[in-house]
Antibody
Framework: EVQLVESGGGLVQPGGSLRLSCAAS????????MDWVRQAPGKGLEWVGR??????????EYAASVKGRFTISRDDSKNLLFLQMNSLKTEDTAVYYC?????????????WGRGTLVTVSS | DIQMTQSPSSLSASVGDRVIITCRAS??????LAWFQQKPGKAPKSLIY???SLQSGVPSKFSGSGSGTDFTLTISSLQPEDFATYYC?????????FGGGTKVEIK
């Protein structure tokens, strides 16, 4: 079964750091681009960023709201995706989802994890 | 950034109704348009990509159409399990952007 399971969420103070993980199973993780998307409480979806696959040098893209503060990385040997979040702000409070992408006429979203809640508050 | 505008923001419909949701992009995105369904307290689910291609396992009552800047999601016969919030997304260029969502409620 293809599955994504996020972990690492929790309560953190403004200015703090947190590292989220996403464990992938049931597919060849190393072949796929992977994204992070977040959703603030009661709000819509916001794209956070992307890591490409090894064939594309693991390059990354970020939303302007997180660029310079968040870093996406991956460990293909362990089928893990990471989101390192530094200098956290209250507006980063959200459920964070990892997303597996499918290549078909471009890289599009295919499978979402269940999400992990990050709360930034003093 | 490409702005995605969905309409309506909410609608009330009855079981068996045909429902159409519209999504407009602020500039042309070719066919790089996806649709997602989200139920309360759950993760989004991918329904459609490339404007009209159904994700694996998605029933054929869902269909998508459009190109350029104007797109639609149609649910041919609304069922109780279809009451949810629907989002469109463009993936033509970075940053990827979503519409504000359309909440489909029971009349």
């Amino acid at each position: 079964e293809v599955q994504l399971v996020e972990s690492g969420g929790g309560l953190v103070q403004p200015g703090g750091s947190l590292r989220l993980s996403c464990a992938a199973s049931g597919f060849t993780f190393s072949d796929h681009y992977m994204d992070w998307v977040r959703q603030a409480p009661g709000k819509g979806l916001e794209w956070v960023g992307r890591t490409r696959n090894k064939a594309n040098s693991y390059t990354t893209e970020y939303a302007a709201s997180v660029k310079g503060r968040f870093t996406i990385s991956r460990d293909d040997s362990k089928n893990l995706l990471f989101l390192q979040m530094n200098s956290l702000k209250t507006e980063d409070t959200a459920v964070y989802y990892c997303v597996k992408l499918l290549y078909d006429q471009g890289w599009c979203f295919e499978l979402w994890g269940r999400g992990t809640l990050v709360t930034v508050s003093s | 950034d490409i702005q995605m505008t969905q309409s309506p923001s909410s609608l009330s419909a009855s079981v068996g109704d045909r429902v159409i949701i519209t999504c407009r992009a602020s500039q042309g995105i070719s066919n790089y348009l996806a649709w997602f369904q989200q139920k309360p307290g759950k993760a989004p689910k991918s329904l459609i990509y490339a404007t009209s291609s159904l994700q694996s396992g998605v029933p054929s009552k869902f269909s998508g159409s459009g190109s350029g800047t104007d797109f639609t999601l149609t649910i041919s016969s609304l069922q109780p399990e279809d009451f949810a919030t629907y989002y469109c997304q463009q993936y033509k260029s970075y940053p990827l952007t979503f519409g504000g969502g359309t909440k489909v409620e029971i009349k």
